[in-house]
Nanobody, 125 residues
Framework: QLQLVESGGGLEQPGGSLRLSCAGLGSSFFSSYAMAWFRQAPGKEREIVAAINWGGFRTMYPNSVKGRFTISRDNAKNTLYLQMNNLKPEDTGVYYC?????????????????WGKGALVTVSS
């Protein structure tokens, strides 16, 4: 059973940067699974922020974060990352790390099998 634990959230000013980490615990299959970051703002549906395949050589971003966010993974450390630059107030929300149970990149909530509890990111001056 894979457990996902996010860290690195917090309060940042517009234009600033934050780096989220997601540690995968309890399973040796972390490196086999495609993973993703989602976020959910108050009163809104959960949305995809970035996705990555099992090996880290394929990534996907929605237009809202493309060029500002970078997803990466270190399979030797069982860790997923999200580097967020040039943050905007609309990036505020709870950020969730999620994992499929296969290697092909996916951006759909319904394809995610494991979820972290979330990390709050607040962008405000």
């Amino acid at each position: 059973q894979l457990q996902l634990v996010e860290s690195g959230g917090g309060l940042e000013q517009p234009g600033g940067s934050l780096r989220l980490s997601c540690a995968g615990l309890g399973s040796s299959f972390f490196s086999s699974y495609a993973m993703a970051w989602f976020r959910q703002a108050p009163g809104k549906e959960r949305e995809i922020v970035a996705a990555i395949n099992w090996g880290g050589f394929r990534t996907m971003y929605p237009n809202s974060v493309k060029g500002r966010f970078t997803i990466s993974r270190d399979n030797a450390k069982n860790t997923l990352y999200l580097q967020m630059n040039n943050l905007k107030p609309e990036d505020t929300g709870v950020y969730y790390c999620a994992s499929t149970r296969y290697g092909i990149l996916s951006t759909r909530v319904s394809d995610m099998y494991y979820w972290g509890k979330g990390a709050l990111v607040t962008v405000s001056s």
